[in-house]
Nanobody, 123 residues
Framework: QVHLAESGGGLVQAGGSLRLSCTVS????????LGWFRQATGKEREFVAG????????YSGDSVKGRFTISRDNAKNTMFLRMSSLKPEDTAVYYC????????????????WGRGTQVTVSS
């Protein structure tokens, strides 16, 4: 049974930092690309960042590059998203996802999803 569990969300002031974690109980963890998506109220879910087993990573664009850092601890089957210099527009539910490739994430495609964790950034 595939299971992805996010944690670490919460309320933070603008300019602050949070670290999200995603623990993956996935038999094929070693071959899966892992990623973070987010969905703000009234908006479509969007790709944020992804990482492969070997550590290759991909970020969605300038809106998060330089502020968000994705990493994974393969010994613990856990992925992280370090978010700094947070802005109110980063407010969203953040989802952990697993899939076959980073390229698929760019199209919003993943095979498995977590239930999400709320991140709220106050101004």
């Amino acid at each position: 049974q595939v299971h992805l569990a996010e944690s670490g969300g919460g309320l933070v002031q603008a300019g602050g930092s949070l670290r999200l974690s995603c623990t993956v109980s996935l038999r094929t963890y070693k071959t899966a690309a892992l990623g973070w998506f987010r969905q703000a109220t009234g908006k479509e879910r969007e790709f944020v960042a992804g990482i492969t087993w070997s550590g290759d990573n991909l970020y969605s664009g300038d809106s998060v590059k330089g502020r968000f850092t994705i990493s994974r601890d393969n010994a613990k089957n856990t992925m992280f998203l370090r978010m700094s210099s947070l802005k109110p527009e980063d407010t969203a539910v953040y989802y952990c996802a697993a899939g076959p490739s980073l390229g698929a994430f760019n199209y919003g495609l993943a095979e498995y999803w977590g239930r999400g964790t709320q991140v709220t950034v106050s101004s």
